[in-house]
């Protein structure tokens, strides 16, 4: 059974910083893309952060610069750290696994951890 235990969430203020961390189990985590993705109340779910098998990272554009994706392969771990955080910035986040195969699509998702940034 796949899980994604998300943790590190929290409340901060504005200008602070927080790190998450995403535990997989259940899977070959080295072989999947990771990534990040959050969901303001009332917004639709959108990507944060990937980061590859092979460590390529991609980030969106409100995160550019401020934030940080990592993975520990012997840890089975994604990690995102996250500095000079907004008020804009609060959200569930969630972790992600995928892992495309030709016509085969696996996709995992986390239980989501809440940040909220005060202003």
């Known amino acids: 059974q796949v899980q994604l235990v998300e943790s590190g969430g929290g409340l901060v203020q504005a200008g602070g910083s927080l790190r998450l961390s995403c535990a997989a189990s259940g899977i070959i985590f080295s072989i999947y893309r990771m990534g990040w993705y959050r969901q303001a109340p009332g917004k639709q779910r959108e990507l944060v952060a990937t980061?590859?098998?092979?460590?390529?990272?991609n980030y969106g554009d409100s995160v550019k610069g401020r934030f940080t994706i990592s993975r520990d392969n012997a840890k089975n771990t994604v990690y995102l750290q996250m500095s000079s955080l907004k008020p804009e910035d609060t959200a569930v986040y969630y972790c992600n696994a995928e892992k495309v195969r030709g016509v085969l699509s696996y996709d995992y998702w986390g239980q989501g951890t809440q940040v909220t940034v005060s202003s």
């Open positions: 980061i590859t098998s092979g460590r390529s990272t």
